[in-house]
């Protein structure tokens, strides 16, 4: 009964450190998951992360599941498709991706600017570059303006053994042996 209790409480304990998942009305739709990314067409400075930029792409990719556990493979994305009511959009949106400690820094947080649209959904996602990234765990992907939470969202990053059907589905399964 001890070991059980231990167990839970050494489990529960990066859970409880998070911040519960939230909406704001100022969203008019919300809709999270795991995306196969296009390529990129280039690339945004973002200091406030450890890589120093943020992707660009030209094509909106599906969501190719809404789980919200996530294989840690290479190429592999996760995010959040959002829109507003607020009829002009809203820029300067400040993305914020809480994670287990990556990098030689051991950084836990990462932050850059987006925006949301008013007549399609935007997407914010966080993509597997690097191996430093592929840390399992409780991953929060928050977007805020001027304080004001617009949502914050939980994944659950896994070993790639895990979700074997979701790790191959990008074609990354050559990454898994």
């Known amino acids: 009964m001890r070991l059980t209790l231990l167990l839970l409480l050494i489990f529960a304990t990066p859970l409880a450190a998070q911040s519960p998942d939230k ?3 100022r969203l008019s739709y919300l809709e ?4 196969c990314p296009p390529p990129s067409t280039g690339q945004a400075p973002a200091p406030g992360t450890v890589a120093g930029t943020t992707h660009l792409i030209d094509v909106e990719p599906p969501f190719i599941s809404n789980a919200r556990r996530v294989p840690a493979v290479l190429g592999i994305g ?3 498709k959002a829109m507003t009511s607020d ?3 809203l820029s300067d949106v400040k993305i914020t991706v809480s994670h287990p400690p990556m990098g030689p820094d051991k950084t836990v947080q990462q932050t850059f600017l987006s925006r949301i649209d008013a007549v399609e959904p935007s997407l914010t996602f966080y993509q597997f570059d690097f191996d430093y990234e592929l840390v399992q765990g409780i991953w929060q992907i928050e977007a805020s303006q ?3 939470i617009l949502y914050r969202t939980t994944f659950e990053v896994v070993a790639p053994e895990a979700m074997p059907e979701l790790a191959r589905i990008c074609g990354f399964e050559n990454l898994l042996s």
């Open 32 to 35: 999270t998951g795991v995306i």
């Open 87 to 89: 009829m002009f959009g």
């Open 23 to 25: 909406t704001s009305p």
């Open 146 to 148: 001027d304080g004001d």
């Open 78 to 80: 996760f995010g959040a």
